[in-house]
Nanobody
Framework: VQLQASGGGLVQAGGSLRLSCAAS????????MGWFRQAPGKERELVAA????????DYADFAKGRFTMSRDNAKNTAYLQMDSLKPEDTAVYYC??????????????????WGQGTLVTVSS
């Protein structure tokens, strides 16, 4: 599967960005999706995950209340709406897809495919 992330850019603190992840596979609807990020000098971390149906989402503590993950299975696309951005949110953001179909709950170890990243820079 090919995953194409887009929507990154430069934004001031307090601003918003919406990331998109377009998947090439027509069976997109069967798989959970996630967003990871990696800041310079830091390890990659899971930001948010959504199950195959979109009915279950999970967020890292730093994302709760500010970020919202969603998906449109008809468009083979997942989204990450990021509001109230902070300078510490600066990172390369990657979308990912699970290895297993029809997971009702997605864990960090369930992902098997990653797309190229999109850079998010939040200025103070």
């Amino acid at each position: 599967v090919q995953l194409q992330a887009s929507g990154g850019g430069l934004v001031q603190a307090g601003g918003s960005l919406r990331l998109s992840c377009a998947a090439s596979r027509r069976t997109f609807f069967k798989y959970g999706m996630g967003w990871f990020r990696q800041a310079p000098g830091k390890e990659r971390e899971l930001v948010a995950a959504i199950n195959w149906s979109g009915r279950s989402t999970d967020y890292a503590d730093f994302a709760k209340g500010r970020f919202t993950m969603s998906r449109d299975n008809a468009k083979n696309t997942a989204y990450l709406q990021m509001d109230s951005l902070k300078p510490e949110d600066t990172a390369v953001y990657y979308c990912a897809q699970t290895k297993i179909e029809y997971l009702d709950y997605v864990r960090e170890t369930d992902f098997g495919s990653w797309g190229q990243g999109t850079l998010v820079t939040v200025s103070s």
